[in-house]
């Protein structure tokens, strides 16, 4: 059986430079988990930047498996693509 899960979502909202003080502050009341970003001058892109590394780091699920002698390739593979 494998774990199926869901990729992790991130709300960024853009153009903060360019938005209303007032309707930015009600966006951050009701959009709390969202990261509020300028790309135009920067502002929250290191926040952006940490979020995003906090949601990619890996995620490991554990298998057992036996591979037989004549299958190298998968072992080559699991080498190559996972964890050992």
Do not use: C, W
Request: a negative charge.
């Amino acid at each position: 059986e494998h774990d199926q899960r869901s990729a992790p979502e991130l709300l960024v909202v853009n153009k903060i430079d360019a938005a209303d003080e007032l309707a930015l502050a009600k966006l951050r009341r009701a959009l709390p988990d969202a990261v509020f970003v300028s790309a135009h001058t920067g502002e929250g892109l290191e926040r952006l930047q940490a979020r995003m590394s906090e949601m990619i780091a890996p995620r490991d699920t554990v298998v057992d498996i036996t591979i037989p002698y004549s299958r190298g390739d998968l072992v080559n593979r699991v080498h190559a693509e996972g964890r050992v």
